[in-house]
């Protein structure tokens, strides 16, 4: 093969390569991206197994902090960390929230397609107002991490049901005495699918897969359309 023809398919084959990528990661968008790291990171991060889809987040309707309705469609487009948690708690409930605050709203807080979403599992004593209180005292930024209440048997339902918090068996028990009290942690994509795992939000190695699950899930694109 002369030197020419060797030439020739070096530059077919780059050019196929560049299309490949274009079309496949969509950031290639001059010759310049074909050499930068972040490419070829994100290529093959698209061969690596993805995180599992455990479970489908139902449909809801709940109250925040403010008073406002909050629904699974307020949480399509994002990737969602959901927790269930007391405001009179002095159990597992301020430990968790502490890492909750430190390992995930402070790493992730800056991301716009990233949100906490905590549900209270004592709306008889944790009000709108309360979770108010609760919420300022944390001093976070309250559309990035949202608290809900609602009723006991919608929220106990969405725990077991949607997010895979606690067992459904339970559901047997007289709602009135039920009490829901769990560290673990859910992580939703952007199309309302619970994913990874159910993490352990008292155990720092369950926190760091949880940090890196969440970076796989906010680089997925949201399906859907309108809805996002």
Known sequence: MNKKKVIGLGIFFFVLVFVFLVVVLGGVKSPGDFFKADTWSAFSDGFKSKSPELNTVKPFTFTTQDGKSFTEKDMLGKVCVVNYFFT????????????????VYDVFKDEPNFMIVSHTCDPETD???????????????????????????????????SYLLDDPKNSVININDQFLHTQFFALIDKNGKVRGQIYDGLKQDELKQLQTDIKELLREKATGGANF
Request: glycine fraction near 4%; charged fraction near 30%.
């Open 127 to 161: 009000s709108a107002s309360r979770l108010k209180h609760y919420a300022d005292s944390l001093k976070v930024d309250e559309t990035k991490w949202v608290f809900l209440t609602g009723r006991k048997d919608s929220l106990y339902q969405a725990a077991r049901n």
């Open 88 to 103: 009179s708690c002095k159990g597992i409930c301020p430990r968790m929230n502490n890492n909750m605050q430190k390992e």
